[in-house]
């Protein structure tokens, strides 16, 4: 049986319930085996589970071109739950890690090059998160809204570089994670200026 056929006969909305799994565990995890910093655990744990979807949903498009599978009517789960891990992440880190103390929230906010981008990727994500429904694409328009959710591109790199600056040396992970996101970036620009010349 090809990719197109399995795909065709599962529901769009199988993709929450599959990729909410990987956050219950390492939720569960923590709460069975706490470690260290449990909450660090966590908070990390769960941005990198958003960064690993947020590659997910940007695969969608070259797996098409390049060996014909349609798998684009699970870009909109894909993406919405990668917005769930990253305001899962944003809020341990207000909830958990800083206990809604304004000032240092408000101190990282200014201060720390990492936390600045994470929270520009989150603010990039959320509006594409509120318009991912048909209602959006109805009242904006197809063209406004394609042009709005171009943004998601800028909000994975901005991720990844979250991801690069958090670690403050230069570790091998969180640079395979932006290469592969300039990658794949890099790949629907290309389109676009093909398709924009021919």
Known sequence: MSVNSVAR???????YILLVIPGAALFWSVLQTPGPNPVETLEHGLGEFALRILILGLLITPLRDLFGWNLIKFRRSIG???FFYVLAHLLVYLL???????????KDITKRPYIIVGVVSFLILLPLAITSNNLSIRKLGPVVWRRLHIGVYAACILGAAHFVLLKKTWQFEPLLYLGIFVVLVGYRGLKRVQRARA
Do not use: F, G
């Not at 958990?96 to 408000?106: N, T």
């Open 96 to 106: 958990l890690d800083k206990q809604l103390e304004w000032d240092p929230i408000i």
């Open 80 to 82: 919405l739950m990668a």
């Open 9 to 15: 006969v599962i529901p769009a909305w199988v993709m």
